[in-house]
T-cell receptor
Framework: GQNIDQPTEMTATEGAIVQINCTYQ??????LFWYQQHAGEAPTFLSY??LDGLEEKGRFSSFLSRSKGYSYLLLKELQMKDSASYLC??????????WGAGTKLIIKP | ETGVTQTPRHLVMGMTNKKSLKCEQH?????MYWYKQSAKKPLELMFV???????ENNSVPSRFSPECPNSSHLFLHLHTLQPEDSALYLC??????????????FGPGTRLTVL
């Protein structure tokens, strides 16, 4: 079966750096997405990786290793507003999005 | 209105009620989706429409009935629901159904509680 694994919850300190990991086993691969979802709000797009390597976008970076079935989202200079759930999703060979359960990130002052 | 909108935002209904959820996208997209989001579980894809035609139905119980009258509107009709159907129902749209970099844009969701 298809599976996406990511930690359920993480805690970090304001101003610090945090890395949220995602491992996947899917039938085919056409890209990996990271979404951010604040409590009670819609998921919003953060990043898309289809080739190996690091994609940087401001304070957020996303890394992909297709051979390892692994990605991470790196958040730098954490702010209180970064407290949210972070969803990892993989586009499989049928171009269907397979979702992880999300990682709830708690930022402490 | 911009993006994807959903109404109502909150809904409480009894098991014998009939209600409908509405989604509207203002992005000119051709594909629309219904998802169910339960606490600590992955998003569950329920229905997919492409150019107003249903292309995916992931074994969803018949008490959920979708309707897509045009490419901008999507409904989810609910009847005789069960308490375990309580969840956040999210609507999303994308420019096309398949292909790489197929970013989905989500609405804020309807928080459904079935008593």
């Amino acid at each position: 079966g298809q599976n996406i694994d990511q930690p359920t919850e993480m805690t970090a300190t304001e101003g610090a750096i945090v890395q949220i990991n995602c491992t996947y086993q899917t039938s085919g691969f056409n890209g990996l997405f990271w979404y951010q979802q604040h409590a009670g709000e819609a998921p919003t797009f953060l990043s898309y990786n289809v080739l190996d390597g690091l994609e940087e976008k401001g304070r957020f970076s996303s890394f992909l290793s297709r051979s390892k079935g692994y990605s991470y989202l790196l958040l730098k200079e954490l702010q209180m507003k970064d407290s949210a759930s972070y969803l990892c999703a993989v586009l499989d060979s049928n171009y269907q999005l397979i979702w992880g359960a999300g990682t709830k990130l708690i930022i402490k002052p | 209105e911009t993006g994807v909108t959903q109404t109502p935002r909150h809904l409480v209904m009894g098991m014998t009620n009939k209600k409908s959820l509405k989604c509207e996208q203002h992005l000119g997209h051709n594909a629309m989706y219904w998802y169910k989001q339960s606490a600590k579980k992955p998003l569950e894809l329920m229905f997919v429409y492409s150019l107003e035609e249903r292309v995916e139905n992931n074994s969803v119980p018949s008490r959920f009935s979708p309707e897509c009258p045009n490419s901008s509107h999507l409904f989810l009709h609910l009847h005789t629901l069960q308490p375990e159907d309580s969840a956040l129902y999210l609507c999303a749209s994308s420019q096309r159904l398949a292909g790489s970099y197929n970013e989905q844009f989500f609405g804020p969701g309807t928080r459904l509680t079935v008593l």
